[in-house]
Each structure stands twice: as structure tokens, then as C-alpha cells.
């Protein structure tokens, strides 16, 4: 382990060793704090060790730190998450295959059509994907799961060999928000003087939609984005023009960002980070503690900008795609995962 802490590690769930006190025979005595680092001074560092309802801050002076290590997230740590983002994007339809949680939509999102592995399916491998292809075949719908690598790596290597696909990769970042590095509520003078205005609406507008994805989203698109008792849709406008949108919701004190977009003319100039600080600042005042986003793995520009706001990699999800029989009979060797 590492001999000091680091300023990259604040909000992240930290272990450190550090001196208590000497035995009576003269020797060091070690003690261990584990919680996440909130704040890192010049001769102390401060941990937050709260757990559910007693909040604790210890301060650790750091000549006392002995060693010190980032806390990764275990698997149960990232199915646990898992179930909070699956609340973020509500499927009109649900149904269980054991612990798999199987949703669909008529929108066409994949977030919103594939399988969370949350649990064990409690049937052999064959029956279980039986039943997950019958129920997406009832729907008109190839079978996807959104698998976590790691947490579910052995269910991922069984989809492979079986020649489900895996054609998108995601990373889902994560932080607390009181350590993010955020334009201050204040923003919207700042932003008015460069005749920018900005807004947030428990209900998306014509202009908002207009500029998700493609534009002109169907029906079934608007529905799913709205099915939330805690969401909001901000937008900044320049002109009269939508320059940069974005989704919040909170679900169990997590704030989930997601439809994070900037006009391309306006990139560079901020509009990124005020944005996301405005669905933070409403978070916090909705009962967020942490935050949440998710991110195709190769949108290097985007993941950058995360990272700067104090956002960092929590796991990594790839979707797996049951093969067609046209696949399996025009691919009888693809490649193992």
C-alpha cells in the first residue's frame, strides 16, 4: 500500500493504518479507520465512517498514517448499485426469472430491454435463458442482458460460449456529491450575463426532446423518460435555443445523471459542468448523497470531463445479444470472450 493518502482519492472508500499509541514494551501500536475520504489537508486528512444511522468524522493527522489504500468495490457493492440505477430508466414491463430481473419497453432503449442479473436465475443455465428468450420472443425482442463484467464474470464467459454478442461496453462513475467540484448555486447570474438562461421542470420540453437523441422522440421515448415520482429535466437555453440538456432523477439518496448533451458550437465553454451542477445542487435538495452516471466506455471527451468534476469508475457493464439463427448458421466459430 501507498505510504500517503492522495487528493485524487477524495470520495473514495479508503482503509488506513495508522499509529495509536505505543505498547508497553515500547512498540507502535496500529489501528485501522475505513470509510471515505472527504477531505485532505496539509497535516490531516478527514474519513467519514458514518454508518446508517450514526454519522461519524474522524481525523487522522498524517504523519500517523502508516499505509493507505483505495477500498475497490465488491461485487455485492456493484449489484447493489445496479439495483438503484435500474430504478433510474423504469421499464413499462418487468417480470423475474429467480434473481434475474427482466424489462422491457416499447421505447428502444437497451437500458430499458435487457436482464439484470441481481441474483442467481435458481434454475439450470438452460431452462433459466429458455425463459428469458420465450418472454422477449413474446415481445417482439432479442434477449440482451446488461452484465456487469466482473461482479458477474462467470455468467458473462457462459453467454460467450453460448455466442451471445457483446457489441456495447459502459462505465458507470460514480461520487459523493458533497466532493464534486461544482459551478456554485449562484450559476445563474453567471450564466445570464453570457445570455444563457437555465431551467429545470419535472416535465421535459418540446425544445428539451427536441434535442434528445435524434430528435422528435416517439411517444413511448417521452412516457419512459417522465415514468419517475422524482425527476427532473434541465436545460439551457441561448437565443431561444436549447444548448445543453439534462436528466436527474434520485432514487434511495442516489441522484442519477443521464441525456447529458451540449450543443456542439458550445462545447468547451462550461456549459457541461453547469448543467450537471445544476441537477446536483436539486439532488441535494431532493435527499441525494451520491451521484451516479453512466457512460459508453470509449467517449473518452465525456468520461474526461466526469473525471475532472471528481467522478470515478464504480464498475463496468457490457450488453450480451442472443444470437439470430442467421448468426449461428453464418458464424459456426465465433471467437471466445
Known amino acids: ?5 492522495q487528493a485524487s482519492w477524495i470520495g473514495r472508500r479508503v482503509v488506513v493504518r495508522r499509529v495509536v499509541g505505543r505498547g508497553s514494551d515500547g512498540g507502535l501500536i496500529f489501528g485501522d479507520v475505513v470509510g471515505d475520504l472527504v477531505a485532505l489537508g496539509p497535516d490531516e486528512a478527514t474519513i467519514d465512517t458514518s454508518r446508517a444511522s450514526e454519522i461519524a468524522l474522524e481525523k487522522v493527522a498524517l504523519p500517523h498514517i502508516a499505509m493507505a489504500k483505495i477500498v475497490e468495490a465488491s461485487a455485492a457493492d456493484v449489484l447493489a448499485l445496479q439495483r438503484i440505477t435500474a430504478q433510474g430508466i423504469r421499464s ?3 417480470a423475474e426469472v429467480g434473481g434475474w430481473l427482466l424489462r422491457a419497453d416499447p421505447d428502444s432503449s437497451w437500458r430499458a430491454n435487457s436482464v439484470r442479473p441481481l441474483g442467481q436465475p435458481g434454475l439450470a443455465m438452460d431452462e433459466a435463458l429458455a425463459a428469458v428468450q420465450r ?5 417482439g425482442k432479442l434477449a440482451k442482458f446488461l452484465n456487469p463484467t466482473e461482479a458477474r464474470r462467470l455468467l458473462d464467459a457462459e453467454l460467450g460460449e453460448r455466442r451471445w454478442d457483446h457489441p456495447l ?7 459523493r456529491i458533497d466532493t464534486l467540484s461544482v459551478v456554485p448555486p449562484q450559476q445563474d447570474r453567471l450564466l445570464a450575463d453570457r445570455g444563457i438562461g437555465i431551467s429545470l421542470s419535472p416535465a421535459a420540453s418540446s425544445s428539451w426532446l427536441a434535442r434528445y437523441r435524434t430528435g422528435a422522440p416517439t411517444p413511448a421515448t417521452v412516457e419512459l423518460l417522465g415514468r419517475h415520482d422524482c425527476v427532473q429535466f434541465a436545460q439551457l437555453d441561448r437565443d431561444g435555443q436549447a444548448v445543453a440538456i439534462a436528466r436527474g432523477v434520485v432514487d434511495e439518496g442516489w441522484l ?15 456549459l457541461g459542468k453547469a448543467i450537471i451542477s445544476a441537477l446536483l445542487h436539486w439532488g441535494q435538495s431532493a435527499g441525494a448523497t451520491r451521484s451516479y452516471l453512466e457512460v459508453s466506455s470509449d467517449n473518452e471527451a465525456a468520461i474526461a470531463l466526469y473525471e475532472a468534476l471528481g467522478f470515478w469508475n464504480h464498475h463496468d457493464y457490457r450488453y450480451r445479444v442472443e444470437p439470430t439463427a442467421e448468426q449461428l448458421a453464418g458464424h459456426p466459430a465465433w471467437p471466445a470472450y
Do not use: C, F, K, N
Not at 169 to 175: D, F, G, K, M, R
Open 1 to 5: 500500500m501507498p505510504l500517503v493518502l
Open 92 to 94: 413499462s414491463e418487468t
Open 256 to 270: 442519477g445523471l443521464s441525456a447529458i448533451w451540449v450543443h456542439p458550437d458550445h462545447r468547451r465553454q462550461g
Open 169 to 175: 461496453e459502459a462505465s458507470v462513475l460514480v461520487a
Open 135 to 139: 418472454w422477449y420472443g413474446e415481445r
